[in-house]
């Protein structure tokens, strides 16, 4: 009688093992997979930044002194070399007088040192005197006729006509000016790149510059200033950036992206298909096959090639990445390779 429940508990016992390993078969998710490799791409970066001016000037005479006339209004466009506002000349007209005295006087001991009838001393010293009285009228004249120093467009006006300019800081700069002139023919941008970009990163390269405000438009730039230091906080490196706008479409202080050309490069790309987006966020994720075990994996994603996409991180060159079948799988699911 033992003999015969033995016999039953141990056909039982393979029966259920047999039935175990039927499971385990039917567990697994047939699916298909394909190696990862490398590819030689376009090394596209983008980042984004606001544009500033290419060149911006706070204009005010040297000394204080109360302004004759301001002959511009924000927003007017000026020349480089234009009159754009006039200091009372009473100082320089007295300049002026003195100048043309020392130079009369400059000028019969010139005569005079011809014939041997002057000493050396003397004449040196009159010499002395109307050398500095030209620098001195000189100095007076530039500021008394204040010039635009570059073609550009008035951005600021702090005075008016009459008004006394005291030389104390008048602007939100913390600078001292009667108007402010800004370049937009030309604007620039700072760009705060990573530092594995700075071995291959060169003054010349590039730029493509895009803003919501003109979609589909891309303005041309070029990279013309990089910065020497790394930051150490951040770990990125400044460029500056030079962007024609002959066509004054963009303007300082709005907001764009700058996509910058480096090169060719080899990239990590997957079938976007295999790619799945976790529920509630933008996380991405695919699985991996590891012994016929589908392994869950997360991975950031960088820019899309037609069908595919560039994973930045969390696979490499070699890993079976499964293509099809992926939906019905979660992680540690065994699975069937199909061809």
Do not use: W
């Not at 070399?81 to 007088?97: F, K, N």
Request: aromatic letters at 8%; charged letters at 25%; hydrophobic letters at 40%.
């Amino acid at each position: 009688m033992s003999v015969f429940v033995a016999i039953i508990a141990l056909t039982s016992c393979t029966s259920e093992e047999n039935e175990t390993e039927k499971q385990d078969v039917k567990q697994a998710v047939p699916v298909k997979t394909a190696m990862v490799n490398s590819q030689s791409v376009a090394k596209t970066i983008e980042y984004t930044a606001s544009l500033i001016p290419f060149e911006e000037v706070y204009l005010a005479p040297a000394t204080p002194g109360k302004i004759k006339k301001i002959n511009v209004e924000i927003g007017d466009h000026v020349s480089k070399g234009q009159i754009v506002a006039t200091m009372d000349p009473t100082t320089l007209e007295s300049a002026r007088l003195n100048l043309i005295n020392f130079k009369t006087n400059f000028k019969r001991l010139e005569t005079l040192k011809k014939t041997n009838t002057i000493a050396e001393q003397q004449y040196d010293q009159v010499k002395t005197a109307y050398e500095a009285a030209k620098v001195s009228y000189k100095f007076l004249l530039d500021n008394t006729e204040i010039k635009a120093p570059f073609d550009g467009v008035i951005s600021g006006k702090y005075f008016e006509d009459g008004e006394n300019f005291s030389g104390a800081p008048n602007t939100k700069a913390g600078k001292s000016a009667i108007v402010t002139i800004v370049q937009i023919k030309q604007l620039k941008a700072l760009v705060g790149l990573s530092a594995t970009y700075f071995p291959e990163t060169k003054k010349g390269m590039k730029v493509n510059i895009m803003s919501n405000i003109y979609p589909g438009e891309i303005f041309k730039g070029e990279i013309y200033n990089i910065y020497p230091t790394i930051d150490n906080a951040t770990k990125t490196f400044t460029v500056e950036v030079k962007i024609n706008n002959y066509d004054l479409k963009l303007r300082p202080g709005m907001f764009a992206k700058m996509q910058l050309d480096m090169g060719k490069g080899d990239a990590i790309l997957v079938p976007m298909i295999a790619l799945i987006k976790q529920t509630g966020t933008d996380d991405m994720y695919l699985f991996v096959n590891e012994n016929n075990v589908a392994v869950r994996k997360s991975v950031k994603t960088g820019r899309i090639f037609d069908d595919k996409t560039e994973i930045m991180e969390g696979i490499k060159v070699g890993d079976e990445i499964v293509v099809e079948g992926q939906n019905k799988l979660q992680n540690q699911t065994p699975i069937t390779i199909i061809k």
